[in-house]
């Protein structure tokens, strides 16, 4: 019995080199797609933060825009009237009846 034992053994350790080797190959395979996948992750990351560092860049320059038009429009000069331009050579004038 210990003989038949013996030569499965013998046969079952020189897979097991194979496998160590093949085993060695997938592992190294996977931390290189690991490796990438990370590095795209990365720069995922870096452009998520500069579109958000420009839409907030953005949304300052209107709010500041906003502000100084507030401004202008309440330093205006008080004979003023506002008209818009409904189409055309048509205007429609608001606010003229309303500062007597």
Do not use: C
């Amino acid at each position: 019995m210990t003989l038949g034992a013996n030569i499965g053994a013998t046969q079952f350790s020189a897979w097991r080199g194979l496998a160590a080797v093949v085993g060695g190959v997938a592992t190294a395979i996977a931390v290189s797609v690991a490796a990438v996948v990370a590095v795209v992750f990365a720069a995922t990351l870096v452009v998520v933060g500069f579109m958000a560092t420009a839409l907030l860049g953005l949304a300052a320059f209107a709010l500041r825009g906003r502000r100084q038009a507030a401004r202008a429009k309440a330093s205006a000069d008080p004979n003023l009237i506002e008209a818009r331009n409904v189409g055309g050579h048509s205007w429609v004038a608001y606010g003229w009846n309303e500062r007597r």
